[in-house]
């Protein structure tokens, strides 16, 4: 669990986020109805905000980890860091129950930026990965609105409802 209240690459870790349904994570900058993402805002600053809350799966953590890269939960801007689900491979529209009341709904992909090369020489690279027919495959987590607010903690189970077919695979937002 991470938030940062200022625009921060990394943001610090917690002990409890607490989500607020339409809104995203309480006390992080992105928290809001409308988009927060500082570029997006200057295009269009009423846009709705699909990217409230940042997840990225451990294994990514192991993967980067093991190609010597130093990154820890929090660092890559997440605000959940979940384990043993396939974030990227859920489709557009599933459900995501955090713990015991928190739900959130997966609006897209998480499209990585330079910023990623400014943490660590390489980590935009390392994010990125072409499937069998070349198409690009981003790996730098999923997003997601908060549709049933609640906290969520270190360790918390999550628990996965698929919407009804068929299913849109994730794009980027």
């Known amino acids: 669990m991470s938030r940062s209240a200022q625009y921060t690459f990394h943001k610090p870790n917690a002990d409890v986020v607490r989500l607020l349904a339409g809104l995203g994570v309480e006390g992080d900058v992105h928290l809001g ?11 269009d600053p009423t ?18 980890r093991a190609a010597g890269f ?13 384990a043993g689900v396939d974030l990227l491979g859920l489709p557009a ?5 955090l713990g015991g009341e ?7 992909l998480r499209n990585p930026c330079v910023q990623l090369d400014r943490f660590q020489d390489g980590l935009l690279e390392a ?19 908060v549709r049933t607010g609640g906290e969520v903690r270190p360790g918390d189970s999550v628990d996965v409802v698929l919407p009804a077919e068929p299913h849109a695979p994730l794009q980027p937002v």
């Open 33 to 43: 109805e409308t988009v927060k993402h500082r570029s997006r805002m200057r295009r």
């Open 70 to 82: 130093v990154v820890q939960p929090g660092q890559l801007g997440e605000n959940v860091t979940t």
């Open 127 to 145: 994010v990125l990965d072409r499937d069998a027919d070349g198409a690009l495959i981003r790996k730098a987590g999923i997003m997601a609105v």
């Open 47 to 64: 846009q709705p905000n699909l990217r409230q809350v940042h997840l990225i799966h451990a294994e990514l953590h192991d993967e980067l």
């Open 93 to 97: 529209g599933t459900l995501l129950r």
């Open 102 to 108: 928190a739900v959130v709904e997966v609006t897209g």
